[in-house]
């Protein structure tokens, strides 16, 4: 017997929360499942992380005007909340401690860019040919 | 009133803060309100389809809930506490005083004491020991109430999913001194709500014999079944001044917002209270300085309320109004990409989503008012184009 208690909205194996480029006018937070967050660039895609439950993501939309970075889709089934930017927008204004989980999640994901990109910057060199 | 519900706007703070509240603690998730009245009944979904609004119980839930399918809200919230590093100390709070340095001080049964640098009371109206609190000369002075009842029926999950489904179902009826009504699916029980004035036994009866929640209930229902029942008082006022020097009244048992989303304003007001005592200090002046607006914004929003809920009564009394709000809301929907004035207005009213007062500045808009006499003109003449008395079953996204 399925739960009748669960939360948001469900998403299918490969259903899209929100596309690249697409204007970003809400947030996710995932209530159960996998999303992966795809890049596509020059007809390539790229998958540049996995997120899980409780994790919020589209984030950078709450606080800029430019389009979606990338695509997000379920990874098998799942279930996401969405928040739209601007309630959510009014009810920091009311309670800004309410951004504190934001910054934090913006914190994490710049300390793993940074790991990430030291480690792009490494194997670059250690390329046969690189610095030469 | 508190029929276990978090709405629209808690579950998304929550869900922000990292509180997913979990299928084991949600015993259903609300993805629609049914408005009933005796001239139809509207179904006004969440946007995007999307399940919104948790329905659950607290404390120990119903008198004959058997097994532990569901975990009590309250306990799931306290457990993430403790494992946050709260320490649980299960007591009965006896008596309150202050020591020689003013630190509250707290006497439990089992003849335990002990002294605080904080106290936040958060006892809910219908405990005794707020009366501890108004005799410790901090001027507390306790907040006004008015009746309730609850009562839970058991009809199993297959019964529920079939005719109550993921809905809460309001209720807009001319019955005299009821001033609100709901029915609200949860896993295996349903939890009607009343309020009104002088709520008893012929009210209750009043409303369980109507024909529009018969029809809401399934076939061979009896009112008469009821798992448990009680009457509790709910904050219809607030406290005039919920703190003092190293005491702070959240909740219920300060302020809270009137007849629903009690559980957001706790949550709001222990926000404030928490975020009052690490930044600014316990003093009665930095709990008056830091604490006492948001206290203050709600009390405002509900003299806001109370204007909200004369709007809804003078519809009660009128049939053609509530044909009219019908009507409009049906406009709505068959114009998708119109604006949904009478719906969104509908959609905040019941499901405590947004403040009164944007409630009210929605419903006073000349926008909102022009369609409404418009409506209501039509709806002199119910035979033109009024939903049917058996009800029209409206679905109106806000």
């Known amino acids: ?132 | 009133m508190c029929g276990g519900i978090v709405s629209e706007t808690l579950v998304q703070n929550l869900a922000v803060e990292g509180v997913s509240l979990p299928s084991g603690v949600v015993q259903r998730g609300i993805d629609s309100y049914v408005l009933h009245t005796d001239v139809g009944t509207a179904r006004i979904a969440t946007p995007a389809a999307e399940v919104r609004i948790g329905a659950m119980h607290r404390g120990a839930g119903p008198k004959d809930a058997k097994g532990a399918r569901w975990e009590s809200f309250d306990h799931h919230l306290q457990a993430r506490a403790i494992a946050a590093g709260a320490r649980l100390v299960r007591a009965r709070v006896e008596k309150v005083s202050l020591d020689e340095a003013g630190r509250p001080r707290l006497g439990t049964k089992d003849g335990g004491a002990d002294t605080y640098d904080l106290l936040a009371v958060a006892t809910g109206v219908n405990s005794s020991a707020l009366k501890l609190f108004e005799e410790l000369g901090i001027g507390f002075r306790r907040p006004q109430v008015t009746k309730t009842l609850i009562r839970e029926y058991y009809l199993g999950q297959d019964v529920i999913d079939r005719h109550l489904g993921t809905s809460m179902h309001v209720f807009l009826l001319d019955i005299p001194r009821l001033e609100f009504a709901a029915a609200i699916p949860k896993g295996d029980y349903v939890t009607m709500c009343l309020l009104g004035e002088d709520v008893d036994g012929a009210l209750v009866d009043a409303f369980v014999a109507s024909p529009q929640v018969k029809a809401c209930m399934p076939p061979g229902w009896d009112p008469e079944a009821k798992s448990c029942q009680c009457v509790p008082a709910i904050n219809v006022r607030g406290v005039e001044k919920p703190y003092a020097d190293r005491f702070v009244f959240i909740g219920d048992a300060g302020v809270t917002r009137l007849y629903k989303d009690g559980i957001g304003a706790a949550y709001r007001t222990a926000k404030a209270a928490a975020r009052t005592a690490l930044f600014e200090g316990i003093s009665e002046e930095a709990f008056a300085r830091w604490y006492m607006p948001v206290c203050r914004s709600i009390g405002g929003d509900n003299r806001l309320g109370h204007l909200a809920f004369l709007v809804t009564r003078i519809a009660r009394r009128f049939p053609f109004l509530r044909r009219a709000m019908l009507r409009m809301a049906t406009r709505e929907q068959e114009r998708r990409g119109a604006p949904q004035r009478m719906s969104g207005v509908l959609w905040d009213m019941f499901s405590g989503s947004a403040p009164y007062g944007d409630i009210l500045r929605r419903m006073f808009s000349p926008a909102f008012l022009s369609r409404f006499l418009a409506a209501a003109a039509a709806s002199l003449w119910p035979r033109r184009r009024a939903p049917s008395a058996t009800g029209t079953d409206l679905e109106i996204s806000p």
Not at chain 1, 1 to 16: I, K
Not at chain 1, 35 to 40: A, G, L, S
Not at chain 1, 41 to 50: A, F, N, Y
Not at chain 1, 96 to 118: D, G, H, K, W, Y
């Open chain 1, 1 to 132: 017997m399925t739960s009748p208690g669960e939360l948001g909205r469900a998403y299918r194996d490969g259903d899209v929360l929100c596309r690249q480029g697409e204007p970003g006018d809400c947030l996710f937070v995932i209530q159960d499942g996998e999303f992966e967050v795809v890049r596509e660039e020059g007809g390539k895609e790229t998958v540049v992380r996995v997120a899980r439950k409780d994790e919020l993501l589209g984030e950078m939309a709450i606080f800029e005007r430019a389009p979606r970075s990338a695509t997000v889709r379920a990874r098998g089934a799942g279930r996401a909340l969405t928040l739209d930017k601007r309630n959510f927008l009014k009810r920091i204004n009311e309670d800004p401690s309410l951004a504190f989980r934001i910054i934090q999640t913006m914190s994490q994901r710049i300390r793993e860019l940074t790991v990430r990109s030291v480690e792009l910057e490494r194997k670059l060199a250690e390329r046969p040919g690189a610095g030469r």
